[in-house]
């Protein structure tokens, strides 16, 4: 049996915005109220997925969800047509308009975490949304990612949605971002590593001082039972509290991983010698750690960069890429480290540079764009095709981003009502062009 990991990335919405809306987010909270260009970010978005696709890696995408949420709104109190809830929300709560007008869901690293058909004990595909309780403006996406995605992945002899999981304190789960599958091939049973900020239930654990950890250890034993991942396969590690109040909001802005290789800072977890050794244990086949020194990248200079926050995917020569933002050349020490990796390590051989600079102002890197879904042939056939990618999807997306989106929005622009019609016109037509039917509720 042959499987795939395809990258599933959330596409920009026409609402791209900067409203410094995340807390322990430093490249967020350092561009509040920064005008922003939502059609870039689009195309920028657009044109990672198409770098993917001509490498070869499988890759398909997920659709913006409508915003402004004119239903979040109403529900709290906001009354009178669409166009007059957005304005009163504007004129009486600003921050509130804002955060109900985040494209956050283009970040979709955070929509879920999936374990694949090889390590579940049933042998089906298990998806669980993230309940993504820290942040208001994420919470709300919760209920439209369920629909969605259990749309694409309908099949129900193949695909279990689990329920997100309940949105209280002890169980703050942020998905696939504080998640990793190690395995030697994608179709044969992998090690599977929750990544935790803090103890919900313990008293005395150690956490962060100055930024809010958002995943609870909690949480992730609570997936990996649902998923039914057997113990001797499954790993916990905590964050280094030090590296959260750096703004290493989840793991996967200190670390990233694919098949037998797994790249990380030294100070990405608490005792990260521990971790490796825990990993090496639970895996029947040849582990390669790719532990970076504070030495050769400082801490700073890895969040700054988004080093860690990049996609490390597998080519047909059996190497790997790893695909890097541009921020990453600006950074001398961190460009110096990876010329120096792709010419000494036996995996990673190829290192892909590309721009998403809009996403990264708000604090999103490559990885955050992405959800990655391990499929084998056969569930992939299974599975709603229109949305996956191809150079003739590709055209159909930029077309439709140079036609509907703005190339210049402010945060005063939130209130403006045309700006809810021309979104919703634009995700009626791109419910055509994904055959996604009757997706979003205005349109029912």
């Known amino acids: 049996m042959s499987a795939h990991e395809v990258n599933f990335d959330g596409m920009v919405g026409p609402t791209h915005n900067y409203g410094g809306l995340a807390r322990g987010n430093l490249a967020s909270q350092r561009n509040v109220h920064a005008p922003s260009n939502p059609r870039a970010a689009a195309k920028q978005g657009l044109r990672k997925m198409k770098l993917l696709h001509d490498l070869g890696v499988p890759q398909a995408v997920l659709p913006p969800q409508d915003r402004p949420a004119v239903d979040v709104l109403r529900a709290l109190g906001f009354e009178g047509t669409d166009h007059e809830v957005v304005r009163r929300a504007g004129k009486e709560s600003p921050a509130l308009l804002s955060a109900c007008a985040s494209a956050s869901s283009m970040w979709a690293a955070n929509a879920a975490t999936i374990c ?39 099949d129900p002899e193949t695909f279990v949605h689990h329920a997100p999981l309940p949105p209280a304190e002890p169980f703050g789960d942020e998905g696939a971002a504080n998640h990793s599958r190690l395995c030697l091939e994608y179709a044969e049973p992998g090690t599977q590593l929750f990544v935790y900020g803090r103890h919900a239930l313990r008293s005395g654990a150690p956490g962060p001082s100055r930024h809010p950890a958002r995943q609870t250890l909690e949480a992730s034993q609570a997936v990996a039972r649902l998923h039914g991942v057997s113990n001797t ?32 800072h030294e100070d990405a977890f608490i005792d990260s010698g521990r971790v490796g050794e825990e990993l090496r244990s639970k895996s029947d086949f040849d582990l390669h750690l790719i532990e970076v020194a504070s030495k050769d990248v400082p801490i700073e200079d890895a969040v700054a960069s988004y080093l860690f926050n990049s996609q490390l ?7 790997m890429a790893l695909i890097v933002p541009a921020e990453c050349q600006d950074s001398a020490r961190v460009w110096s480290y990876l010329q120096a990796l792709q010419e000494s390590d036996p995996f990673i051989r190829r290192v892909e540079v590309i721009d998403v600079r809009q996403s990264m102002e708000n604090g999103g890197g490559p990885a955050c764009l992405r959800l990655r879904v391990v499929l084998a042939t056969e569930e992939l056939e299974r599975i709603h095709g229109p949305v996956l990618f191809d150079e003739d999807l590709f055209g159909k997306l930029d077309d439709w981003v140079g036609r509907h989106y703005r190339d210049r929005l402010e945060e005063s622009d939130l209130v403006d009502p045309s700006l809810l019609d021309e979104s919703r016109a634009a995700l009626d037509e791109l419910t055509g062009i994904l055959a996604l039917g009757a997706l979003y509720d205005f349109q029912h």
Do not use: M, Y
């Open 116 to 154: 694949p058909s090889a390590d579940s004990r049933d042998g089906k595909v298990h998806l669980t949304p993230a309940n993504l309780r820290s942040h208001f403006h994420r919470q709300i996406e919760v209920p439209a990612t369920s629909r969605l995605l259990r749309r694409i992945f309908a």
């Open 233 to 264: 396969r499954l790993a916990f590690a905590q964050q280094q509290p030090a590296a959260i109040d750096a703004g290493v909001f989840h793991s996967d802005v200190i670390a990233v991983g694919n098949k037998n290789v797994f790249f990380f």
């Open 313 to 319: 995917v597998s080519l047909s020569s059996g190497q």
